[in-house]
Each structure stands twice: as structure tokens, then as C-alpha cells.
């Protein structure tokens, strides 16, 4: 498998953009781009949740077919395998979901191929916040409570609390009085950038998984861009 490298063709911003916000929400699919601008770490679209795949998650959960979910590599030319996902009623329109971020995503990365894996999760996979060493990843909870994150105004990135796993959050001094905790929503597409994207070395969205409830499942998309790739 090829490994996703960090670093994307450079996108035609306008240079009149004023600075942006280190979170931007949106519910318009063009403002997805950004999460370019050198100040902004997270892009979050929000959409309406789609009643035919919900319930076909649901399903997948109730009978155990989704396992551990899975890992697997698309061309950005190609959607996902229908094989890959539980025959139940509603697999079409999952596929179809998957297919247009998937296209939104390479699109917007110009990547050749990506990174693609589906998490089932019964327990926060990072619990902690912390900034992930990647470029600029593409997370859509269908199930569950959404990523959390927390804006960076007050956290001083040089503590060790960050990334560090001696620390939790509730011991650390990242969190006081004032910090609030958001959250996105079930079928939002989330951009979260990484401190290995060009010129973000010290930044990146700070953000963690959200505990699970006992009994409870959380399903997640997660992308990654691969570049420069043999595609034969």
C-alpha cells in the first residue's frame, strides 16, 4: 500500500483573503477549500443526515456485519466496492455517499488515489486531544457523536500535555473554565489539518475522539490523500 505523503498541488486562492478563522463551519460544499488558508485548521460542512443510510447502519450494527469496519486504497476515478459493505437494504445509497465525498476529497486535493477506512468503534479511539501528524484529513461520523475539538486561542502548542500520553485531559493545564468543547454532527464532513501539512508545523487541529457509551457503537469514514502513486 502506498503511504499518503503530505503535500497537495497548490490551490488558486485569491490573495485579497482576509485572515480566516482557525475553525470555519459552513454548510456550503465550495467553502470547503479553506481549509488552504495558512490560518485555518478545521472546515467543517455541515449537511442533513440521510435517513436511507442511517438506517442501514443501524442494521449493519444491530446484526455484528460491519466487524471492526475496514481499511482499504481507491483511485480517485473509482468509488468504493460495494463487496467492501453488508448486503442489506440501503447499501446503494452508502456506496453513492461514499463515492461523492470521496470525489469531493480528491477533488479538492488533486491526490490520485486515497486512503479510505471505515472505523467501528465501542470506545474513543483517541481519547486525548491532540493534533494529528498527517496533512489534511477528511473525517464523516455516519454514527454516534462526532469529533471533538477545541479552538487553539489559549493553548499554548509547546506544553507537553499536547500529544504527550502522560497527560489526561482532565490532569492537563490545555483545558480550564473557559474552554469549550464542540462537536460535529453525524454526516458533516470535517477537514482536520495535520502538523505535517506544508507550512503547518506548528499548528493543527486540535481535536479527540468522543467517549462511547456502553453498548454503543461509533461508525466513521476517515480519507487520506495519496500522491504520485503507481496506478498501473
Known sequence: MAAPV?????????QDWEPQPYAYITSEL?????IF????QIVICQRDANNIVDRYIQQGLENNLFRNGFLTVIRSDEGLAPDFLPPLS???A????????????????GCNEIA??????????????????????????????GTEWINDKRIDRDKPELNSPG?????????DERTRVEATAPFDITLLKGSLWQGNSQGGAIHRSPAVAAGQSRVLLVMDAVWGSNLG
Open 37 to 40: 488558508h495558512p490560518f485555518t
Open 94 to 109: 452508502m456506496v453513492e455517499d461514499v463515492r461523492f465525498i470521496a470525489e469531493l476529497y480528491s477533488d479538492l486535493m
Open 167 to 175: 497527560f489526561a485531559d482532565s490532569a492537563s493545564s490545555l483545558l
Open 90 to 92: 440501503g447499501r446503494e
Open 116 to 145: 479510505l477506512r471505515l472505523e467501528v468503534l465501542d470506545k474513543a479511539m483517541c481519547p486525548r486531544f491532540h493534533v494529528d501528524r498527517t496533512g489534511i484529513r477528511l473525517v464523516c461520523t455516519y454514527h454516534g457523536q
Open 6 to 14: 503530505t503535500k497537495a498541488p497548490s490551490p488558486d486562492l485569491t
Open 30 to 34: 465550495e467553502e470547503l477549500i479553506r
